[in-house]
Antibody
Framework: QVDLQESGPGLVKPSETLSLTCIVS??????????WGWIRQPPGKGMEWIGS???????YKNPSLQSRVSILVDTSKNQFSLKLTSVTAADTAMYYC???????????????????WGQGVLVTVSS | DIQMTQSPSSLSASIGDTVTITCRAD??????VNWYQQRPGKAPRLLIF???NLHSGVPPRFTGGGSGTDFALTITNLQAEDFATYSC?????????FGQGTTVGIK
């Protein structure tokens, strides 16, 4: 059973950088079968995909956040991280990390989904 | 970005009821839809992938269907642990987008 745990400050000041880490246990982050992603959910709103990273360091980011987001992987520590720069109150949200799996269906095409998630960490942007 | 519109935004039901939540995409996304459950204080949980495939360990009272633009999640014989928020996600195009969520409450 894979377990993911987010950690990081719960309060960040406007214009500063939000930094979170996701520690993966029960499985290797270096597995070629998975990507690792960040998702956030502002209070009372739907979830938003932030971006994903492969163990090689290759990243995929939401274009709406791309200029402010960096996602790094540390295979030696079996963890990956998120940095979001120049935060504003609009970045206040529950932040989740999750494992992204690609699977070949019986119909012969690949589908992907987040199959394991962390419990999330609430980050508030406020002075 | 592909917009996913869920309905209703909330509903009330009793244990033993059958409930259906729908999700509509603003363009054809074939069957690239997943469904997740969120309970307060718990990690989100994958229920259904590729529109109709039950994820490992998920009870068969959860079923998913649809293709193209219209999708549905049905919960039969509602149990106490099913009172939660449910969200759809499309993975047809980047950025992958979610619906706004449907909260299933106790009547």
């Amino acid at each position: 059973q894979v377990d993911l745990q987010e950690s990081g400050p719960g309060l960040v000041k406007p214009s500063e950088t939000l930094s979170l880490t996701c520690i993966v246990s029960g499985g290797s982050i270096s597995s070629s079968s998975f990507h690792w992603g960040w998702i956030r959910q502002p209070p009372g709103k739907g979830m938003e995909w932030i971006g994903s990273v492969y163990y090689s360091g290759t990243t995929y980011k939401n274009p709406s956040l791309q200029s402010r987001v960096s996602i790094l992987v540390d295979t030696s520590k079996n963890q990956f991280s998120l940095k979001l720069t120049s935060v504003t109150a609009a970045d206040t949200a529950m932040y989740y990390c999750a494992r992204l799996r690609d699977t070949l269906t019986a119909a012969g095409h690949y589908v992907r989904f987040f199959d394991f998630w962390g419990q999330g960490v609430l980050v508030t942007v406020s002075s | 970005d592909i917009q996913m519109t869920q309905s209703p935004s909330s509903l009330s039901a009793s244990i033993g009821d059958t409930v259906t939540i729908t999700c509509r995409a603003d363009r054809d996304i074939q069957n690239y839809v997943n469904w997740y459950q969120q309970r307060p204080g718990k990690a989100p949980r994958l229920l259904i992938f590729a529109a109709s495939n039950l994820h490992s360990g998920v009870p068969p009272r959860f079923t998913g269907g649809g293709s193209g633009t219209d999708f549905a999640l049905t919960i039969t014989n509602l149990q106490a642990e099913d009172f939660a928020t449910y969200s759809c996600q499309q993975t047809h195009s980047t950025p992958e987008t979610f619906g706004q969520g449907t909260t299933v409450g106790i009547k």
